[in-house]
């Protein structure tokens, strides 16, 4: 019995069902004693009683069958991948408790699954961040989870994925694809960088084009966001705001563009050096930013 007490703790510790198998191969072998020593004894004290030796025979068979056949369920839910609802229960506490909820950066449990791989189990975890955060930062999140989940014991390795959450109606969503042609003939967001970008250096008054950024909207539709540098210094604010108009207008006249914006990069003729300098300065970065009359950055569309 003590055998069998150690043994079992081994195997659950291990989770393999071949050593909890082992454990009760041991209790089996206490308790066939022990009823074969009481039924052999009633035989031979109650010569009436010589069925008891069988009885017993039979009781021990049948402990040991019932004891087979959970061991037999478990190895079976393993091979079949059934979740591991120990895993499951787990992993979702543990997720509801590491940024759930309001203002973090884990809105939502999607869904949770564990299988096992030998006496190890692998879990896959699905959660919806809040709408509009990036990829790097949904990524950063990922691999947070990952590693917290894999703290736990019994767990080799896991799977997250992060994705932002979504309001979309599909019928509107399927209706504005088929206005644009994107059901037949989806675009790619490598391609719409590439044309964005040639339309805007092909621009005479664009001196050179930064980052260009696609996203989907409702999975079907192609937002653009690029960032530009113009060549003229004294353009004016009205003057700089007209051009990206006209910018965004040329850009959503294409079919793969759902939406555009322009954002003007007003660094573009500062030198490194000034940049430096008043960065170094005591006073304030917006101070310096004011004696030059411009900001670091401004949105026009």
Not at 36 to 50: F, H, K, N, Q, T
Not at 209 to 238: E, R
Not at 257 to 286: C, M, P, Q, T, Y
């Amino acid at each position: 019995e003590w055998l069998f007490r150690i043994t079992r703790v081994v195997g659950e510790r291990l989770n393999s069902q071949v050593v909890i198998a082992n454990a009760w191969h041991h209790r089996s072998d206490a308790y066939s004693s022990v009823l074969a020593l009481i039924s052999i004894g009633l035989a031979m004290a109650v010569p009436g009683l010589l069925a008891a030796d069988a009885a017993a025979g039979m009781l021990v068979a049948g402990m040991i069958c019932m004891t087979g056949a959970e061991i037999l369920g478990e190895s079976i839910k393993q091979l079949t991948d059934t979740n591991d609802e120990d895993i499951v229960e787990r992993v979702t506490n543990l997720l509801s408790t590491d940024g759930g909820g309001e203002g973090h950066d884990v809105k939502a449990i999607k869904h949770v699954r564990a299988r096992q791989v030998g006496s190890q189990a692998v879990v896959d975890v699905s959660v919806q961040t809040p709408a509009g955060m990036s990829a790097s930062a949904c990524r950063a999140v990922e691999e947070r989870l990952r590693w917290r989940i894999m703290d736990e014991p019994g767990v080799i390795d896991a799977e997250v994925r992060a994705a932002s959450e979504e309001v979309v109606c599909p019928l509107l969503a399927a209706e504005a694809a088929r206005k644009k042609g994107f059901i037949a003939h989806p675009p790619s967001a490598v391609d719409v960088e590439d044309e964005a970008r040639k339309i805007l250096e092909d621009h005479p008054r664009v001196d050179s084009v930064g980052d260009v950024i696609v996203h989907y909207q409702d999975t079907v539709l192609l937002n653009v966001h690029a960032m530009i540098t113009i060549d003229d210094n004294d353009t004016t604010v009205a003057d700089a705001s007209g051009l990206a108009k006209e910018l965004r207008e040329r850009l959503e006249e294409e079919e793969s563009i759902h939406r555009a914006g322009i954002f003007l990069d007003l660094n573009g003729g500062v030198k490194k050096e000034e940049l430096d300098g008043v960065v170094g300065r005591d006073a304030s970065i917006e101070h310096g930013a004011e004696e030059r009359g411009m900001a670091a950055n401004a949105t026009f569309a």
